[in-house]
């Protein structure tokens, strides 16, 4: 690369050198060079004779109202187009990306030559530099799985502490997730008693977590379905997207299939499910029955209130969830007049103590 370097600089001083032996104009083939300018400038304007501005009133103007006339699809525009090449202006021309050299344009027709043109030791330079340039970054070939694949690589998820001997920064960010994630789930405690919503325990780590420590947890995993609190609304949301903020000061929020606690999930991407009636959600909720569309949301980890250990039935047409009786009983005594506001009032102590957190750690990583 130091090589290509040196051989740029020198490209480039030769042209200053080249540059610098061309004569001075004298000042009369400067006033030369003005007249033919000023005259050129005058022709154009003189060449361009506009119509006058008609001031109609305006009518809207609705194309596909209007019978399509079906000589227009047998006219020639040749002679439009032949006009419009003939105008075309170099800047036009050559400002889109074609396979051509820009050279090619200004060749004659049935001139062959293109094949036999030699590179000049500029363009060979620039060929090169790129040459080295993607040999030095290293760029992955291809998406989907392999980008999956590469971002997976740098992220410090809850579901990969203690399964690989890590060591240096990696291990450093691992016990950090692991502390912060403990930390989130006693704030989560805290708020949930002090407000006596039901259930309280549960609520702190959201039933996520490794199912060998109670029947009743599992792991967060994309088509979960949880309990979510919007706009102070209950509602059912199914995980669509888990977002895991991996460790460090300059960490980035990554997509995860799953995680086992609560307190490293940052964000989450769910479709929400309004109640109906009884056992059954409407995912078309009442304030968009006119549009008749679904509706999701990206929301924090905060208003995330509850992995929903219930069996759920979607129908068909995707628009209505049925849970059974255990998820439903949760559903009712969450949205008690008496335990409703407490939850609410959690939630948005949860939301403030995120805010006031000044650590990038504590701050964003949920």
Partial sequence: MLSLTCAAVALT?????????????????????????????TEAFAAVSLPALAFEPAEPLRPF????????????????????????????????????????????????????????????????????????????????????????????AASKVGESIETGNAANAALAAGARAATVTKRRLKFFQEQKTPSHQDLADALVGSNMASPRHAPLAVGSYTLILHNAQLFIGQVLAIYVRSGGKAGFHASQQEVKSIGLVSYVVVQTYEHAFNRRFRAVHQDLANLQTFRFLHISADNLILRLPAECTLSADRRTLEIDTSGYNIFTRLTRPAALPGLIEAVRLLANARRRARQPDEGDGA
Avoid: C, F
């Avoid at 540059?19 to 083939?29: G, P, V």
């Avoid at 330079?125 to 992955?140: C, G, K, P, T």
């Fill in 13 to 41: 001083l030769d042209d200053i050198s080249k540059a610098a032996a061309y004569d001075e104009l004298t000042s009369s083939e400067r006033a030369v060079i003005v007249q033919e300018d000023s005259h050129t400038v």
């Fill in 65 to 156: 109202d209007r019978p399509l006339d079906p000589g227009l699809m047998n006219a020639d525009l040749s002679t439009l187009v032949a006009v419009r090449q003939r105008h075309e202006t170099d800047r036009a021309r050559k400002g889109i990306r074609t396979r051509m050299d820009d050279r090619d344009h200004d060749r004659p027709e049935g001139d062959d030559s293109a094949g036999n043109r030699t590179e000049s030791a500029r363009q060979a330079l620039i060929r090169n530099i790129q040459q080295v340039m993607r040999e030095e970054q290293d760029r992955a070939v291809g998406t989907g799985i392999e980008r999956d694949a590469r971002w997976r690589t740098h992220v410090t």
